[in-house]
Structures are given as structure tokens and as C-alpha cells.
């Protein structure tokens, strides 16, 4: 790698995924180019790379991890339009952002019990990891969409605009609070 270097103008690091089948393989890259413009880009695999859904009846919120596995960035809403066309699109939004591994939000009530939206949830996240050769991993889900509006409340954001964001940040609160649990305890392993 070094030959390549010792001369570049210019350097840049990015994150990408290539599909491969119904699996993705993520990892960061590095582009130089040369003086005489000519290029060589360096892709190291085998970096985790997490999708978060916020599950609702009516929307899904998405999210997705940055490239270091620190934070969750909102990235879309979803509309649903059908259980069978929800699964594949949500399938194939995974496979577009590289993803690694699945955070669903499982909604639960307030003292932990499984409610109605539960089991809806959760039907939903059986047929998503048959859909799907990564895991899917349920997360709770309590108080994150409570949390996103207050968020989008607070920035003085109007209720009509709030629909088409608070699934998302509430799918980036359900991400980052995965990503926090798993950070410390690489954390507890290599302290």
C-alpha cells in the first residue's frame, strides 16, 4: 500500500457496502490519487454496520450507525403499503446501507409486559429475519418515540412536519441505545 501513497494529492476515506446475493459486505475504503491523476482505492471488510426500524402500523422509522459504530443517524420513513411489501422493502433497505446486523424496536408497556403492538411487532420481525440472512436482533423500545417528539417539539417544529421525522429519530434512539449497550461492554472486555 505505501508505493501508492508516497505520492498521492489526494486522500479520502469512505464507508461502502456491495451486495453480494441476499447479504451485504460493508467496510471503510481508502481513495488516493496519484499526480497524474490516476487512482488506487484500498477497501478493507469486515466492518460492522447496524439499520435500526422503529415499527409502527403506519410508518417505520430508519436509521443507520456510523461507520464507527459511535452514534445512529436518522435516515428515512418508511410508508407502509402491506405486510409482504413492507418485509421485502425493509429487506432491501438493509441490503442498501450494507447492512450487518438488524435493530427492531419491540414496543413493550411501561412496566415491561407485552401489549397487542407487541405481538404485532414481533410477527413482523419473524417474517423480516426470514427475509433476511443477517440477524435481527429486538430492542426495547420504550420512550423512544415519546423522546424523538419532544426533540422535534423543542425545535419548534410543526405537527403536520413531525410525522415525516419522528419515526426516524425514534429508530436513531433505539440505535443508539443498542450501540451504547454494545460499546460498553467492549468496553468491560477490554478495560
Known amino acids: 500500500m505505501a508505493e501508492g501513497v508516497a505520492n498521492c494529492r489526494f486522500a479520502a476515506l469512505f464507508y461502502g457496502a456491495a451486495a453480494r446475493g441476499r447479504a451485504a459486505a460493508a467496510g471503510f475504503g481508502l481513495i488516493f490519487i496519484d499526480g497524474g491523476g490516476r487512482g488506487v482505492v484500498y477497501f478493507f471488510q469486515d466492518m460492522e454496520r447496524y439499520v435500526a ?8 422509522g430508519v436509521a443507520v450507525s456510523d461507520p464507527f459504530n459511535t452514534y445512529a443517524l436518522p435516515s428515512q420513513t418508511y410508508f407502509r403499503r402491506g405486510f409482504k411489501a413492507d418485509v421485502a422493502a425493509l429487506a ?21 409486559s407485552e401489549g397487542v403492538q407487541t405481538h404485532k411487532t414481533a410477527a413482523f420481525i419473524a417474517a423480516l429475519k426470514e427475509a433476511v440472512d443477517i440477524p435481527v436482533i429486538c430492542e426495547d423500545e420504550r420512550f423512544t418515540t415519546m423522546m424523538a417528539h419532544e426533540v422535534l417539539i423543542s425545535e419548534g417544529m410543526r405537527r403536520e412536519k413531525r410525522k415525516n421525522y419522528v419515526d426516524a429519530l425514534a429508530a436513531a434512539n433505539i440505535l443508539d441505545g443498542y450501540l451504547n449497550k454494545i460499546n460498553k461492554a467492549k468496553g468491560q472486555e477490554n478495560g
Open 92 to 112: 432491501q433497505i438493509a441490503a442498501q446501507k450494507g447492512a450487518t446486523a438488524i435493530i427492531c424496536g419491540l414496543p413493550v408497556n411501561f412496566d415491561g
Open 53 to 60: 426500524f422503529d415499527i409502527g402500523d403506519k410508518r417505520i
